[in-house]
């Protein structure tokens, strides 16, 4: 009798648990379920923000899936996000007088400089973004470009090497508001096989 009671009190203490667990598995499954969404959701919206970015520059009567599909394999050729793809490559067709196609190379090339400098995904994302707003800006100085000499190396070394000046002078030019979007994106451009290059090895 005191074997069978013991043994019950047991039985109702694990029925007890278990009902326990299946609540808490079932609150936290809610709990999940409402994040995931709201992840999902946030996801789209950045998502649609992107795209409306690319269409003001591609045009009204532009492929934009076609043009999102290209910046997207820029994204991931380069292991970049593509929210700071997107917007480097807007701003770069905003900033020069040249083809989509020409503005995703030189997209490439500065995300590819990018990570041959050995920063960290939030490091490199914060270079792209200020470099972004000297190009928006229309002149690469100040905390835009300290940012870039100090978490993009390769990416001064190749704006430096495209003008033609050791990497040193290149504060003086920044100084001096000699380093304007046209004069950046020509430099780069004229670096890009050089950065593929190192990029490929």
Do not use: W
């Not at 041959?116 to 994302?125: D, F, M, T």
Request: zero cysteines; hydrophobic letters at 45%; a neutral charge.
């Amino acid at each position: 009798a005191s074997h069978r009671k013991i043994s019950e009190g047991v039985q109702s203490i694990s029925t007890q648990m278990g009902a326990l667990r299946n609540q808490m598995l079932g609150m936290l499954g809610i709990n999940l379920g409402a994040h995931m969404l709201q992840d999902v959701l946030a996801t789209a919206d950045a998502y649609k923000n992107v795209e409306a970015k690319v269409k003001l520059v591609a045009g009204a009567n532009a492929d934009l899936a076609g043009e999102m599909g290209r910046i997207k394999q820029v994204a991931i050729e380069t292991y970049s996000s593509l929210d700071a793809t997107a917007e480097l490559y807007t701003r770069i067709m905003r900033a020069g007088n040249m083809t989509g196609q020409q503005a995703l190379d030189i997209t490439r090339t500065i995300n590819q400089a990018i990570q041959l400098s050995g920063a960290s995904a939030q490091a490199s994302e914060a270079a792209v973004r200020q470099l972004v707003q000297g190009l928006q800006s229309g002149v690469l100085r100040g905390d835009e470009f300290n940012s870039v000499m100090e978490q993009s190396p390769r990416l001064a070394q190749a704006l430096a090497d495209g003008i033609g000046v050791p990497i040193g002078a290149l504060r003086k030019l920044a100084e001096e508001g000699k380093l304007t979007a046209e004069t950046v994106v020509n430099a780069l451009k004229g670096q890009s096989q050089q950065i593929q290059g190192e990029f490929a090895q």
